[in-house]
DNA sequence: CCACATTCTTGCAGTATGCAACATTAATGA
DNA sequence: TCATTAATGTTGCATACTGCAAGAATGTGG
């Protein structure tokens, strides 16, 4: 590949990369008077993987045990996620989202949605059509970790 | 657009966003030992902004001046940049990277760029010149204010 | 039963964050 | 000129995020 070359698809993919997490953090300021960014980013994980112990929480976000911990305090004492020790090992406690919680996902995450597609509704069928293409084989040569329920670090990540 | 076409689209988009924000993240732990995530994106701002008074960086970075206060006291402390009253008006303190600050900045944006370029390598020149085009429809059509010097909320964004 | 591992929990320290109050400096108007 | 107002930086206070380290409760293997 030629510099030229190369210096034009880092570029557009730099670009993209700033739209899209200038559109995460804009579809996240909707709820940002109920939850932190920290603790949206739990309540994510618990809508894609469901009953999750303290310690596997803490590993998907890749935050200490205690930070985990005391997010999920306070994110109990707001109503949005439930803490039940596990009846299977009394050691662990499994926390879920509770109905409020998932609504402030849903809320986000459709927000989310919203603004992409007004966006590729702006482009032609032939541009959405290379986008998908061309996304696809982005994703496929990075090896995409994001199949379902796989948040390896989501950040502004919805 | 028909229904598949739109979900389609929206997925591919999400996908790559994930994929985007894993790579910034990653590009950042290098450097992690040294900075925090918002300290950097002070570094990033002063870095595409030249010398910047308190309140601007403040709206830059979305943050409380108070909170950018202490901010740039913390980077001062490091080394990291320096400030010094605005000679023209005296209110107003400016501040600016010091060499180790913008090597810093380079280190990152070095990584960031090498780790695109190493996906996109591994791209067939005809998906790497349709991914050139889609990413610039579809920057185009998201009214992109990725110009120069203009960071709107520059997150894990270098 | 005892040693060990797993899990959760708490204490401590540093950073980030916003609001509100204050001092200093500049701009504005009578 | 001088008083009022605006802009800017600064600090106090309260809350949240973060990691490290130590401890308590529970389970596992010998």
Redesign the pocket.
Known sequence: MNGEDQAAVISAVLSGSRLLVAIAARSLGAVADR?????F?MLVVLSGHGET??????EL???????????????A??GLVV?E??P???????MRLTDEGRRIVDQVTARRRDEIAAIVSRMSPAERQALISAMAAFNEAGGEPAEAGSHPLGWPDA
Chains 1, 2 share one sequence.
Not at 53 to 58: E, H, I, Q, S
Not at 61 to 75: F, I, Y
């Open positions: 939850v932190t960014l920290p603790q980013r112990k303290l310690v596997t929480m803490a976000l890749d935050v200490n045990s205690s930070t985990a911990m005391r997010m999920a305090d306070r994110l004492a707001a803490r020790v596990n299977m090992n009394r050691r662990e406690s499994l």
